[in-house]
């Protein structure tokens, strides 16, 4: 029979080889489609590289965190209204991203002809993510 203790590292060190495998994919998917950089170089905002990086890893680390754990936060309405924007923004701006560095839109576009539209049909598909978030955490999110 195998002590509890020793059964347990090997638990956590299956848990962390599988977290690692998959943050190695989720990194490798993000520099192969270059998302960050092309965001950086869209928001001409080079200065901020490292708040950016810093960004993403804590964020992968926080959501492991919170994704693993019972905690359970009693928040405001008006806390979940801005998480719900924060995440909104966030899928958003990977969806935006992901489209321009893909060039699904732009040529699914200009193949039926909307190539005039192709800005406002990519904010629609933004806010639409943005307030798609914040509906789910605003109702769908116990407060």
Same mark, same amino acid.
């Given at each position: ?8 590292? *090997?638990?956590?060190?299956i848990g962390f080889s ?8 989720? &990194? ?7 998302? =960050? ?10 200065r901020y590289v490292r708040?950016?990086?810093?960004? &993403? ?27 719900? =924007? ?39 598909? &933004? ?7 914040? *509906?789910?955490?605003? =109702?769908?999110?116990?407060?």
């Amino acid at each position: 029979m195998i002590p509890t203790v020793m059964l347990n590292l *090997f638990q956590a060190l299956i848990g962390f080889s599988g977290g690692l495998a998959v943050g190695g994919g989720f &990194v490798a998917f993000i520099t192969l489609l270059g998302i =960050i950089p092309r965001l950086v170089q869209l928001s001409k905002t080079d200065r901020y590289v490292r708040v950016y990086s810093a960004s &993403v890893v804590f964020g992968l680390f926080a959501g492991s965190y919170l994704t693993f754990t019972d905690i359970y936060m009693n928040q405001t309405f008006l806390a979940l209204a801005l998480w719900g =924007i924060f995440h909104g923004m966030f899928n958003g701006m990977l969806a935006a991203s992901l489209t321009e560095v893909l060039n699904v839109f732009p040529i699914l576009f200009k193949r039926i002809g909307l190539n005039n539209y192709l800005i406002v049909l990519l904010m629609a598909l &933004v806010f639409g993510k943005v307030f798609g978030s914040l *509906f789910q955490w605003t =109702i769908f999110v116990k407060y």
